[in-house]
């Protein structure tokens, strides 16, 4: 596809009949006639397909969607609504601009409507205008009787989004008796959710299912097709009873997986600057390196406004193309230019949002936080969505579950929430909105401070250790990636201050081997001035949750041996074979057992963790369980005889 959605200045308003018209339409009924149509002219917006018309989609993508829409737009008894739907930047508009130059081709498409960000009037009087007067272009029939609708009611631009829809196109294409040949004429609406107000968006789409009513009714074979993201408002329209029965939807999230096409495009696009750039002779041989699609396939996150972004900035004629690439590879901070439409699409949609300054910033704390709860930074659970649901994260939070959606309504192209259960994960659509969220440069007054976020999570999440450490517990943390990140905050070094680690849940071998000890290897590790002396009380606490585990390791000769060999011996190669670590240290059924025991084991024999053997060489060095030269001699005597044994 050679583009995503338009974002900025593909679409420019041109008052028809004034400076840079290029529409000339020979009129030729009466002056008042005359008169009333160019009233229409003169409110339309140049938003038709002529403003698109560079817009189609990369030869051999999106195949799968432009087979099934001209499968509909050719259907005489199919839905007479399509709505193609999809998040920001999927590509929405390319697929509609491409559909509707292939029916322009087969005399279909009667009317279109192309909405950008950049249409500056978007005006109550210009939605049908706009179409009544491509409808005009297309059918010159209609062009009387919207004249005279417009001389028998000058009002009609002020009424209602019905009034002007029924006027201005159901009672012009009535009397234009098109023939009944079984060939469905188009209308194409792109861009319906630019709109800035929801409830015209409303109104336009409640008008446009009334023309599709009024049309089958007088057996007028026409069809529309509309795009949109699929937020809120716009969903409750298409729910509503008769959008229901009589509309055709199509998902670009879910349906048609776009990842091969953004793969073919991106691999077209890279052999088209092979050939063609002015730079190509500084190209490297292979060039670009092996996993450089499939990388951007996956930064793409299924959204095409990404990889035309990355091919538009690595295919500038001012720069080599490698070095461009490398900027993005190495996400530089040139790689900010590369962007900028991107920027431009996230703070848009952010703008957008009807919310005082307050809601705004509990919005981008919430989507702040769901993004860090759902990137793997620090976090594990059996069910991955349950950590980034309504419910979660509301209890996170404090609050109800339904304030978490009030907040994250007209976000539906970012992100998407279930309609009906709390505790299914909020999904975020692109991967590249945490990046723009946490580099200020970009996001501005969006930006979020990912490192306060994660100081707050460690803060909620630690106190309520018997709770929220426990065997069945929603959520485990790894301290060693959180704390990476997370700001070393006074409430932050409270938080774990207070908390007692000796209460955890020590029976649930996950807490005692793994997350207990990459917190206590991330408060060594942190910025605090006195992260030590904070890292040697944890430690004591941690020694007082496993001091029964301990003892029954050192209560047995051969366990004690197995310890000190898998803390302070690289043994890495018989640890990853349980069988021979246990002939090695001559355990007994009874030992082995134990260290395979759920509630006191250290699993020993299938390997240690490396937070847990720091910790415990801190532990077996410098506490009531220190382990003195003469046990470190008995241990090295065990492995010289082990060797002597496999000696020829």
């Excluded at 999809?86 to 491409?98: E, F, M, R, V």
């Excluded at 009944?180 to 004429?185: F, I, L, M």
């Excluded at 336009?204 to 023309?211: G, M």
Aim: proline share 3%; charged share 20%; with cysteine.
């Amino acid at each position: 596809m050679a583009t995503g959605d338009v974002y900025e200045g593909n679409i420019s308003h041109a008052a028809v009949g004034g400076h840079g018209n290029t529409n000339n339409i020979q009129i030729t009924y009466g002056s008042s006639g005359n008169r009333a149509f160019d009233e229409i002219a003169r409110r339309a917006d140049n938003a038709s397909l002529d403003s698109v018309e560079n817009l189609t989609c990369y030869n051999g993508t999106r195949v799968d969607v432009l087979n099934r829409l001209k499968s509909w737009a050719t259907e005489s008894s199919g839905s007479p609504i399509a709505w193609l739907h999809g998040s920001a930047g999927s590509g929405k508009s390319t697929i509609l601009s491409t559909i509707a130059q292939m029916l322009l081709k087969q005399n279909a498409l009667i009317a279109s409507y192309f909405n950008g960000r950049s249409n500056t009037s978007q005006g109550k009087t210009t939605f049908f205008a706009t179409l009544a007067y491509d409808l005009a272009r297309h059918i010159e029939s209609t062009r009387i009787h919207m004249g005279k609708a417009v001389e028998n009611n000058p009002k009609v631009f002020g009424q209602s989004q019905q009034s002007q829809a029924r006027e201005l196109l159901v009672e012009p294409l009535k009397a234009a008796n098109l023939p009944s040949d079984d060939v469905r004429r188009v209308i194409i609406v792109d861009g319906l959710d630019e709109y800035r107000d929801a409830e015209q968006q409303k109104q336009i789409l409640q008008a446009l299912s009334y023309i599709s009513t009024a049309l089958r009714e007088s057996s007028t074979p026409v069809a529309i097709l509309i795009a949109s993201r699929a937020e809120q408002h716009i969903r409750e329209v298409f729910d509503s009873s008769d959008m229901k029965a009589n509309s055709l939807r199509l998902s670009l999230d879910g349906e048609y997986n776009a990842d091969k096409d953004i793969q073919a495009y991106l691999a077209g696009s890279f052999r088209t600057i092979i050939a063609t750039h002015p730079f190509k002779k500084y190209l490297p041989k292979n060039w670009p390196p092996k996993g450089t699609i499939s990388t951007l396939v996956s930064w793409a996150s299924g959204q095409f406004i990404y990889a035309s972004t990355v091919v538009k900035f690595i295919s500038s004629p001012r720069h080599k193309p490698s070095e461009q690439l490398k900027i993005l590879m190495d996400n530089t901070s040139g790689a900010k230019e590369a962007f900028q439409q991107l920027d431009n699409l996230y703070s848009t949609i952010f703008r957008s949002l009807d919310s005082s300054a307050t809601e705004l910033r509990e919005t981008l704390h919430i989507v702040g936080l769901v993004l860090l709860l759902s990137s793997g930074m620090g976090f594990a659970s059996e069910d991955a969505s349950i950590r980034q649901s309504p419910a979660f994260v509301a209890k996170f939070l404090g609050v109800e579950p339904i304030k978490v959606r009030q907040r994250l309504l007209g976000l539906e192209s970012l992100l998407t929430v279930d309609e009906h259960k709390d505790t299914k994960g909020i999904r975020i659509h692109h991967a590249s909105l945490y990046d723009y969220l946490i580099d200020k440069s970009r996001s501005g007054s969006f930006s979020i401070d990912a490192r306060a976020i994660e100081a707050e999570i460690v803060e909620t999440l630690l106190p309520p250790f018997e709770s929220i450490w426990s065997r069945n517990s929603i959520i485990n943390i790894d301290m060693q990636l959180i704390f990476y990140h997370a700001e070393p905050t006074k409430r932050l070094y409270k938080a774990i201050k207070d908390c007692d680690l000796s209460k955890a849940d020590c029976s649930n071998r996950l807490i005692r081997l793994y997350y207990m000890p990459d917190l206590l290897r991330a408060i060594r590790q942190a910025e605090f001035p006195n992260a030590e002396q904070l890292y040697q009380l944890k430690l004591a606490q941690y020694v007082k949750l496993i001091e029964s585990s301990l003892a029954v390791y050192y209560q047995d000769e051969a366990l004690k041996i197995a310890l000190i060999a898998s803390v302070f011996m690289p043994l890495n190669d018989i640890m990853m074979n349980p069988t021979l670590f246990v002939r090695m240290f001559g355990l007994e059924a009874k030992a082995k057992a134990s260290d395979t025991k759920e509630t006191v084991g250290f699993f020993l024999a299938r390997g240690c963790d490396e937070s847990f053997r720091l910790v415990m060489e801190d532990i077996l060095q410098g506490s009531d369980w220190y382990i003195y030269g003469s046990e470190f001699t008995d241990t090295a005597l065990h492995l010289l005889d082990c060797m002597d044994e496999k000696s020829p």
